[in-house]
């Protein structure tokens, strides 16, 4: 399989060489996209890398991380590539991790590929606690929003895929800015591709995040929230009607109307100065506890239901295919 690697790069002046010199030794093609970035990263990986494996391609217009990886993948395609790696340029993600980041792709079992870097205690001490918290909160907002049970550090850009895969879906769609890791686990469950975790640490040094806390906090949930519908829709209601359906909408139900009507009546009570009746209140948890019970099976349907068939094996028909025309490439040197 030819493996190619996709670096987006904004504000990574200090690092990219050092990124592409030793991507290189990994991979068979570096395709280095440069997001409109100021301190022209793009024009520096230009002068100074003369090898006909390495691409540069610009954007006139930042597009965020997501549309830059996006960029890189849709030229990865045109060219015909198997395995594409995403590589940040600013030197967090060692690239002697790319053989065992793409081994369970060319092994077969698996589409997708990320790095953990909560698998081993020893890869968290470098990590500022801030980062450890967040990390570990949204791997479990993302775990019920995409339906990978199975995935931890969802929001760890160290990843690849199989073509198969990244044709199974319409890149067009995919987040433009951090929310792309997230995103692109929603979408790989939809057409059900298998995806792995594979165990690395991160490196933390003098490079600056671009991305803001505050930001997280206001859109990141709204758009988890957006993506647990649309998923639930997709696989549990247009595609299949099964228990997990009947428990998911039954069991919210009872949740929902037995905490209304339960603080309905409490306030109602309260209003007229009497005590609420034993009764109501029995009236009111027993909707609640057993709708609680129902969503908690549900979970556990679908956790039972997480793709274990890769793409790369069935290619099943249902699935359209994104052609790599799709998407336009940006002016490339």
Not at 78 to 88: M, N, P, R, S
Request: proline share 6%; net charge neutral.
């Amino acid at each position: 399989m030819r493996v190619a690697a996709v670096i987006p790069c904004f504000r990574v002046r200090r690092h990219i060489l050092d990124v592409v010199e030793r991507a290189l030794g990994q991979v068979d093609f570096v395709y280095v996209v440069d997001d409109c970035c100021p301190e022209h990263s793009g024009d520096l990986v230009s002068e100074h890398c003369n090898s006909p494996k390495v691409r540069v391609i610009r954007h006139e217009i930042n597009q965020g991380v997501g549309g830059a990886v996006t960029t890189g993948y849709v030229a990865a395609l045109a060219d015909g590539i198997d395995v594409v790696v995403k590589l940040d340029g600013d030197g967090q993600m060692d690239p002697d991790y790319i053989p065992s980041l793409i081994a369970p792709i060319l092994a077969g079992t698996a589409d997708y590929t990320k790095g953990n870097r909560f698998f081993d205690i020893d890869f968290l001490r470098d990590m500022p606690p801030v980062r450890v918290f967040g990390n570990s909160s949204l791997s479990f907002i993302n775990k019920i929003s995409s339906g990978y049970w199975n995935i931890m550090d969802p929001t760890n850009g160290y990843t690849a895929i199989h073509a198969s895969a990244l044709r199974a879906i319409d890149a067009r769609k995919l987040a433009k800015r951090y929310f792309f890791e997230s995103d692109m686990l929603f979408r790989l469950n939809v057409v059900r591709a298998v995806v792995r975790d594979v165990p690395m640490p991160a490196i933390y040094g003098d490079e600056q995040s671009n991305l803001k806390i505050g930001n997280v906090l206001l859109d990141f949930p709204k758009r988890y929230l957006k993506n647990f519908f649309k998923r639930f829709f997709y696989n549990y209601i247009l595609r299949d009607m099964n228990i997990g359906t009947i428990e998911t909408v039954l069991g919210g139900t009872l949740l929902v109307g037995g905490t209304l009507w339960g603080i309905g009546n409490w306030i109602s009570h309260g209003i007229e100065g009497e005590v609420t009746p034993v009764g109501t209140v029995m009236l009111a948890a027993l909707p609640i506890i057993l709708g609680s019970q129902l969503l908690l099976a549900a979970i556990g349907y679908d956790i039972y239901n997480v793709p274990t068939e890769p793409l790369q094996k069935i290619q099943p028909p249902f699935i359209k295919v994104a052609s790599p025309r799709s998407a336009a490439i940006p002016t490339q040197t």
